[in-house]
């Protein structure tokens, strides 16, 4: 009787976790010099690349890029390194605000790390969501040797209440370069250059990027 129950908590964990697993041998990844497998795409909490909330742009499904890696060589343990960062985007005028969808996570070697802020509908913002706004979400921290590094997905979104749906898809490269440009010229995170992770979508018939480039924009913080 004991290991027929053992096996069945054996089974019932295996299920438990397929999805996850199969998630994160599904996750389209780069694999940049120095650094380790960064997942291309902000996922949904079912593990999948996020959709913009099922946005249409120029006829296409949007796919919403990673476009900013944060690394923190001055963080005493993975929660001062949350805490700095946070600080410091507020600092550069991305507080935490309300009125985002949230539950997002981030692929970085081999693990899938829920989103920054937490919170049921928050968001990091340079403004408030009832007008246009630059937002994004920020996952990690991953050691990287005695650093941490962070991914990010920023895009910008139009409102305008007279229209139908009054939240529209702007831009991705206007809210990282805003936000990354932000820190460097109000905190201790400084641009320290720029990796390609091929997530520019140019000529997929059903699915695009927008204006992404395909590039993350990488800010570094120093002891």
Not at 23 to 34: H, L, M
Not at 125 to 151: C, K, M, W
Not at 199 to 211: R, V, Y
Request: hydrophobic content about 40%; overall charge neutral.
């Amino acid at each position: 009787m004991r290991r027929s129950r053992f096996r069945a908590l054996v089974l019932c964990a295996v299920l438990m976790a397929a999805p996850w697993a199969k998630a994160q041998q599904d996750v389209d990844v780069a694999t940049p010099e120095g650094l380790p497998a960064i997942g291309k795409w902000m996922l949904t909490a079912k593990g999948v690349p996020s959709d913009w909330l099922g946005e249409v742009y120029r006829g296409k499904h949007l796919r919403e890029p990673i476009n900013v890696i944060v690394v923190d060589e001055g963080a005493a343990s993975a929660e001062d390194a949350k805490a700095r960062l946070l600080a410091a985007a507020a600092r550069a005028g991305y507080p935490v605000r309300f009125g985002h969808s949230a539950g997002y996570r981030g692929f970085i070697g081999g693990t899938l790390y829920p989103q920054l802020p937490q919170g049921r509908d928050n968001a990091l913002s340079n403004d408030l969501f009832e007008v246009s706004n630059n937002h994004g979400r920020i996952f990690g921290p991953h050691v990287l040797g005695q650093a941490y590094l962070f991914t990010g997905a920023f895009s910008r979104e139009e409102v305008d209440p007279f229209r139908d749906p009054p939240h529209q898809y702007g831009s991705f490269n206007r809210a990282r370069d805003d936000f990354t440009q932000r820190l460097d010229r109000s905190t201790a995170y400084k641009v320290s250059g720029f990796v390609n992770l091929g997530n520019a979508l140019i000529d997929d018939p059903k699915l695009t990027t927008g204006d992404h480039d395909g590039m993350a924009v990488v800010v570094r913080a120093t002891p």
